[in-house]
């Protein structure tokens, strides 16, 4: 039993692991393709390949799960082909012992997405953005539009560029009274130490009653604000690229505020229930093996994983969504697809023992 285990877990482990990295190429390739456009003299080749290379743990994380499902598809497809599994069988291994063999090799991977998810995807994600920003100019009314607004008390702020170290670039500040405009200050830079913001290069413009316009340039002064890196890093990024431990805590923090917090509980559940949805797939892929897909090519189990693997990406894009439109719990949405997928691997082994 101990020699089927390794060998189990040799092959599973091998084929979800090529999948994994042949993804990650085409993956890889198709950024490439769509970062050309925007090169230019700051953001250079190279400085697009940094970027891109940065975004690689989140598409690790990203494509796990469909690499488990068709990993353990050609896997497990490789030994029924060669009649390894009937021997098995034929020695007295159960279909349930086979997938916990399957599962150990996949537990692998599913602590792999993990620890990246919580601990490396967020800063690479926010340095890649961060970087590519600079590179680009984020003076432009591009990164305008594509940065970061945050409201304080009568100020509406505007950060172009937020650093993992809290380093700010490209700060613009609007001050109201009474609902007019009365002050807009534009900041160069801005670095935190010892509890406090540290601005340079500030342009401050007044307005004022009579319609004049008054300006001032501050070469250095402090920023007092309630704002911190820590926060800073989390309203900066999408929540998708956000850990675990942050997407709870900034959830309940807008409850709390009585603000909408559903995008964030959505993409919390989705991650925090990442493992049980990679190993739904990967009991449908060994339902597959042992079921409809016991007598076809290996191209057809491949076709196979890849459309089921996209019909359940839609499925999750359809009703998560909806969940934060139509106010149903995040929680439900996510459950859904898993539990459809649960339901249907243990019907097709039931029928296959």
């Avoid at 090169?39 to 891109?52: D, K, S, V």
């Avoid at 609007?174 to 509890?195: C, I, P």
């Avoid at 009585?258 to 989705?270: I, M, P, R, V």
Wanted: with cysteine; net charge neutral; hydrophobic share 50%.
């Amino acid at each position: 039993m101990k020699v089927l285990n390794r060998y189990i877990f040799r092959q599973i482990f091998s084929s979800v692991l090529v999948v994994l990295l042949l993804v990650l190429s085409l993956d890889f390739i198709g950024k490439i393709i769509d970062q050309l456009d925007s090169l230019r003299a700051g953001y250079t080749f190279t400085e697009m390949l940094i970027y891109i290379s940065w975004s690689i743990p989140a598409s690790v994380y990203e494509f796990m799960p469909y690499a488990v499902l068709v990993g353990c598809l050609i896997g497990l497809g490789a030994l029924a082909g060669n009649s390894e599994l009937v021997v098995a069988r034929a020695a007295g291994v159960s279909i349930l012992q086979i997938a916990w063999m399957a599962l150990k090799s996949v537990l692998v991977f599913i602590l792999l997405a993990l620890l990246l998810g919580e601990y490396v995807v967020p800063y690479a994600e926010q340095t890649a953005q961060s970087r590519r920003a600079l590179a680009l100019g984020y003076s432009t009314e591009d990164q305008a539009r594509r940065g970061v607004w945050h409201r304080e008390a009568d100020d509406f702020i505007l950060f172009s560029v937020v650093q993992p170290d809290g380093t700010l670039f490209g700060i613009t500040r609007y001050h109201f009274q009474d609902g007019k405009l009365v002050r807009a200050s534009n900041t160069k830079k801005a670095v935190y130490q010892n509890g406090r913001w540290n601005e340079s290069n500030v342009d401050v413009t007044y307005f004022t009653d009579s319609n004049e316009l008054t300006t001032e340039r501050i070469d250095e002064q402090v920023w007092n604000t309630e704002l911190t890196p820590a926060l800073l890093n989390i309203v900066s990024m999408e929540p998708g690229s956000l850990s675990i431990s942050n997407l709870h805590n900034y959830s309940e923090y807008l409850a709390d505020q009585n603000l909408h917090n559903g995008e964030y509980a959505l993409a919390f559940w989705q991650k925090a229930l990442q493992p049980l949805a990679t190993i739904s797939l990967m009991l449908i892929a060994i339902s597959f093996v042992f079921g409809p897909l016991r007598q076809v090519s290996m191209g057809q189990k491949i076709f196979t994983g890849v459309a089921f693997g996209i019909g359940f990406q839609l499925v999750q894009s359809l009703l998560g969504p909806s969940s934060v439109v139509f106010g149903f719990s995040p929680l439900v949405a996510v459950l859904i697809p898993i539990a459809l997928c649960y339901c249907v691997g243990f019907y097709l082994l039931k029928r296959a023992g």
